[in-house]
């Protein structure tokens, strides 16, 4: 399958079933924003669920947070966003467009009469560069000037740092210690694309582990191999996961070290989640912009440090595509095209499908009870329509890892069938069993 096909094919697929829809659709849409339907957001709450799982439930020293999108628009100044979270632009006078100035489309340099636009192909019609904020911008009050403007947060992790002591304080931890959150961002992304890989409005799942200065490497080691053993185990082709190291012109104005989890997307080596080293860079500021003192008094050594930051930062929606990338698959099965998701169980958004064989002879009945039952425990489907092949493939599409079925032998000898997704193979289990056994099924370390 060439590689665009796939994504084209995985686009509709997520339409078709229920994933991801395109905002306000029947507007035309609006670029880069996008809706989760009910299978979608199902599968993208398992994954931030399996990440809070993992980094604060199963941990004790990690807390949670859940801070406001909107915050004080002194924080943007001291995080460095205001000044420094852009990227150059150049316009073509000719058609309009707007273009990266370091778009690999562009011949020559912009503002010089040998620069070409790639799309209207004029020469000498693109601007010089000019520098654009990805911050959104919108006012606060009934007041829309200069000083009213406040900022949708680009990143989640400010709102970690400005509330460290809060958390320190109030939760008795010591450092080491981390917090974590999940939240909406926004950026005003200039070249966003690739369906969800890269959109406007986004959701993040950061967490900003405060360590002792001096102590970060080792830490960031740790965190390093973490993190790539979370993504592992949400059941990804591990040949397609790697390291990406920043180098010195790639690395952040507040890294001191950098590593990304990359995915290799249909469209390269992509980025997922980036670990960071950041040193005091983020604490200093604020407290320097604030006024206030963020340092930490460690009652061991006598001494008061400004802690060092590792950050793990995860696109929640960028997971949910890789998992979508990595599960699909089609292949031939007696004469017709079967398409599958093949994705964890445990992220599967629907567990299991119950279904009667025929609608007659009780079947539908006891199929009902048997879904009312299960659904109580997992999330669950139940369909009496067409025939059975159909209602699999419909699963199968869906990526439910197991058909439950009532048939003539559940009435006589109390057992169902239960069909694999990935094998197709059936066995049969016992019904008063069955709830258990696929529960034990889904279930799945975090
Ligand atoms: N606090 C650090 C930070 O925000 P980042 O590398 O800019 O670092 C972290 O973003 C993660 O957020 C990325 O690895 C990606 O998964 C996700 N992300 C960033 N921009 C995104 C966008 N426009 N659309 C979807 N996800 C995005």
Redesign the pocket.
């Known amino acids: 399958m060439a590689d665009t096909t796939l994504m084209d094919k995985l686009v509709s697929l997520c339409k078709r079933r229920g994933f991801v829809f395109q905002s306000s659709e029947i507007y035309g849409g609006l670029g880069s924003v996008w809706d989760y339907g009910p299978l979608g957001v199902a599968l993208k709450r398992n994954v931030k669920d399996r990440w809070w799982s993992a980094m604060v439930q199963a941990r004790d020293d990690i807390e949670g947070l859940d801070a406001a999108i909107l915050m004080h628009p002194r924080v943007w100044e001291a995080s460095g966003h205001v000044s420094g979270f852009t990227d150059p632009l150049v316009d073509c006078r000719q058609c309009k467009n707007r273009f990266r100035a370091d778009d690999p489309r562009i011949k020559g340099t912009p503002g010089q009469p040998d620069a070409q636009c790639p799309v209207c192909g004029t020469r000498g019609s693109l601007t010089e560069p000019r520098m654009f904020n990805l911050m959104f911008r919108t006012f606060m009050g009934p007041v829309e000037d200069s000083a009213s403007v406040v900022y949708l947060r680009?990143?989640?992790?400010q709102g970690i740092y400005v509330n460290y002591l809060n958390v320190l304080q109030s939760s008795r931890q010591r450092i080491p210690f981390g917090i974590a959150q999940i939240g909406k961002?926004f950026?005003n992304?200039i070249t966003?694309g690739n369906f969800?890989?890269?959109?406007?409005e986004?959701e993040?799942m950061?967490m900003q582990f405060f360590v002792e200065p001096g102590t970060d490497g080792e830490w960031f080691e740790r965190w390093r191999e973490w993190r790539m053993e979370w993504h592992r185990a949400l059941g990804l082709n591990p040949a397609k996961l790697q390291w990406h190291q920043h180098s010195g012109s790639e690395l952040?104005h507040y890294a001191k070290a950098a590593f990304?989890v990359q995915y290799e997307f249909p469209f390269g080596w992509q980025?997922?989640?980036?670990i960071?080293n950041r040193g005091d860079f983020d604490l200093g500021r604020h407290q320097e912009y604030s006024g206030k003192k963020l340092e930490y008094f460690d009652q061991g050594q006598n001494r008061r440090y400004l802690p060092y930051i590792v950050?793990t930062?995860?696109?929640a929606?960028?997971?949910t595509l890789t998992l979508l990338v990595d599960a699909y698959r089609e292949e031939q099965v007696e004469g017709e095209t079967r398409v599958v998701l093949g994705l964890h169980p445990a992220v599967a958004p629907i567990k299991a499908g119950v279904f009667p064989l025929v609608k007659k002879d009780g079947m539908p009945e006891l199929a009902t009870t048997l879904y009312h039952e299960l659904r109580k425990q997992i999330a669950c489907f139940y369909d009496d329509s067409g025939a059975i092949g159909r209602r699999y493939r419909r699963m199968d599409e869906a990526g439910t890892p197991f058909g439950i079925t009532v048939d003539g032998e559940t009435l006589s000898q109390r057992t169902v069938t239960v069909r694999h997704r990935d094998s197709m193979q059936q066995e049969r289990v016992a019904l008063d069993q069955v709830a258990g056994y696929i529960k034990e099924k889904v279930s799945g370390e975090r």
């Open positions: 680009p990143e989640t992790a961002a950026r992304e966003p969800i890989f890269r959109t406007r986004f993040q950061e952040a990304d980025e997922i989640e980036g960071h950050e930062s995860a696109g929606d960028r997971v």
